[in-house]
């Protein structure tokens, strides 16, 4: 019996480090927090949100793209849920966009990253992220500008170890560095890093960072595994936190300036529990670097706030 029980423990300890945090360190109790919806999208034209990211260039704004299958475009919309700007991106194909996020180049200019890196059947040998100049919104009141971009920058990578699903596309904010979080049904998740400096007309094999295994969660109106799958993630503009979004729950990490970020995921995030949305597929921080806003696929789409 102690020789059955040592080996199981063995296992375990294998299990643990071989996919990351044990369950020991997932806290099921959430953080105080208050979720407020602030809005519903008058534009029914986005109607999967599957990615939110905060203007570099006005921080009343959102942009978001929709889900596969959609134009290959990106929308503004304001904290009241208006659109403010439709911006198609020249020689771009939504073929599975599934986050957007913001950053800067190398003279500190505003960018947006659209991550075309959804894989559902695990059929893509590389995944691709465009890049544009942050767009210019008109003043408030005015008409819906459509406009398009000129030619995007386009990155190319493939992972190191077979294809994976994806719905996650984060840029940290100090260093500029692209970041990939892979989702999966059974919660076991990685953290990959796009090369530096990001090469052109190429397809650049990723870095795993770390492993992160989302446990299961009993929550009323979603199923257990449906706190295992990853949605959305986010660096906080001053680079102090990261959040994931799954379907059930957020978990926020602090990232301390004198630790690596593989370390700083080893340790026991926040979790944080918003009001239920259908689908929740999309999170972004605001520039206050603690306060969170959420959207989800499916209409009438919600734009939520939570803050602690």
């Not at 059955?4 to 959430?30: D, N, T």
């Not at 599934?98 to 059947?121: C, Q, R, T, V």
């Not at 989302?214 to 295992?228: A, Q, S, Y």
């Not at 994931?244 to 026991?268: F, I, N, Q």
Request: aromatic share 8%; glycine share 6%; charged share 20%.
């Amino acid at each position: 019996m102690k020789t059955a029980l040592l080996q199981f423990a063995c296992a375990l300890a294998a299990a643990s480090a071989c996919f990351g945090q044990s369950a020991a360190v997932w806290p099921e109790k959430p953080a105080p927090s208050i979720s407020k919806k602030v809005a519903i999208l008058e534009d029914k034209r986005i109607k999967e949100s599957s990615g939110l990211a905060l203007s570099g260039r006005d921080p009343s704004i959102f942009w978001t793209v929709n889900d596969s299958g959609g134009e290959p475009c990106i929308f503004a919309i304001d904290r009241s849920g208006k659109t403010r700007a439709k911006v198609r991106l020249r020689d771009a194909a939504n073929f599975d966009w599934e986050d957007i996020a913001s950053g800067k180049d190398e003279k500190g200019a505003p960018m947006l990253f659209i991550g075309d890196i959804g894989d559902n059947l695990f059929i893509r040998t590389s995944i691709q992220v465009y890049q544009i100049p942050e767009p210019g919104v008109n003043a408030p009141g005015k008409a819906v500008e459509e406009t398009e971009t000129g030619a995007p920058q386009l990155w190319r990578a493939n992972y190191p170890d077979g294809s994976h699903n994806a719905e996650s596309l984060l840029v940290h904010p100090l260093t500029r560095r692209l970041y990939i979080l892979t989702k999966s049904e059974d919660g076991r998740s990685a953290l990959y890093a796009f090369p530096q400096p990001l090469q052109p007309n190429v397809s650049m094999v990723l870095e795993k960072v770390t492993n992160l295994t989302f446990p299961t969660l009993i929550r009323v109106g979603k199923r257990p595994h449906d706190n295992c799958m990853t949605t959305a993630a986010c660096f906080a503009p001053d680079g102090s936190r990261m959040v994931v979004a799954t379907y059930s729950s957020l978990y926020e990490w602090l990232l301390p300036p004198d630790t690596s970020l593989a370390a700083a995921l080893k340790r026991a995030p926040v979790r944080i529990e918003p009001e239920l949305l259908r689908q929740t597929e999309a999170v972004c921080y605001d520039s206050d670097s603690r306060t969170l806003w959420l959207t989800s696929e499916h209409l009438p789409t919600p734009l939520l706030q939570v803050t602690r």
